[in-house]
């Protein structure tokens, strides 16, 4: 059984598009995470929910908006995609309350901007 | 705000012998964990080993153990026996504790591990 997954793996897109990256998590954590892992292979967080709340948001442009329609999704789309949105966009989940964590990852989904 | 330091170049290692990637970090929260994470080729992040800032004993988890020097604020991974199948960057984190749910992970920028048959 897959913890964490995310569709698709790959998406390649041009430059002002619109598009969506799923993740669902079965693991029964309260809270989920998107990272961004770029070209260095510096990861950032960008947002967490907790329950279907934002906590994090961490200054993001906002072409970037995250959904959680229930504790166990929480998806990520983005408006008009530019070149630098190139990079590896992971979802994450753990335990919610007292914390830190250890988040367990999703696969990873590869977003590649022409 | 919280800071997490790798600054290894690449490593090399020898099958079945033991090496130390090393990671300092900086933050003024009292309480604080520390996470280490491995990202083969393939691309997953998978969850190695935590330490939490109050916990009076290093952490291992089978061949990892993670070397706590909470003064000096480093928290080294040690790998020992290394396999092939160890090669992969390894990243450093450091998460907050707080009664909420805040917990973001602030990652260093990684190190990458070749084990050498």
């Known amino acids: 059984d897959t913890a964490v997954s995310q569709t698709p793996k790959y998406l390649v897109t041009q430059m002002g598009n619109d598009k969506s990256i799923k993740c669902e998590q079965n693991l029964g954590h309260d809270t989920m995470y998107w990272y961004k892992q770029d070209s260095k292979k510096f990861l950032k967080i960008m947002f967490s929910?907790?329950?279907?709340?934002?906590?994090i948001n961490e200054t993001v442009p906002n072409r970037f908006s995250p959904k959680s329609p229930d504790k166990a999704h929480l998806n990520l789309h983005i408006n008009s995609l530019e070149l630098g949105d190139s990079a590896v966009y992971f979802c994450?989940?753990?335990?919610?309350?007292?914390?830190?964590?250890?988040?367990?990852f999703g696969p990873g989904t590869r977003l590649t901007v022409t | 705000a919280q800071k997490i330091t790798q600054t290894q170049p690449g490593m090399f290692v020898q099958e079945k012998e033991a090496v130390t990637l090393d990671c300092t970090y900086d933050t003024s929260d009292p309480s604080y964990g520390l996470f280490w994470y491995k990202q083969p080729s393939s691309g997953e992040m998978i969850f190695l080993i935590y330490?939490?800032?109050?916990?009076?004993q290093n952490a291992t988890e089978g061949r990892y153990s993670l070397n706590f020097q909470k003064a000096r604020k480093s928290a080294n991974l040690v790998i020992s026996a290394s396999q092939l199948g160890d090669s992969a960057m390894y990243f450093c984190a450091m998460g907050e504790i707080h009664t909420g749910a805040n917990s973001k992970l602030t990652f260093g920028k990684g190190i990458t591990l070749s084990v050498r048959p």
């Open positions: 330490q939490g800032s109050y916990d009076q």
């Open positions: 929910y907790n329950n279907k709340e934002l906590i």
């Open positions: 994450a989940s753990s335990q919610g309350v007292g914390g830190p964590y250890e988040q367990y």
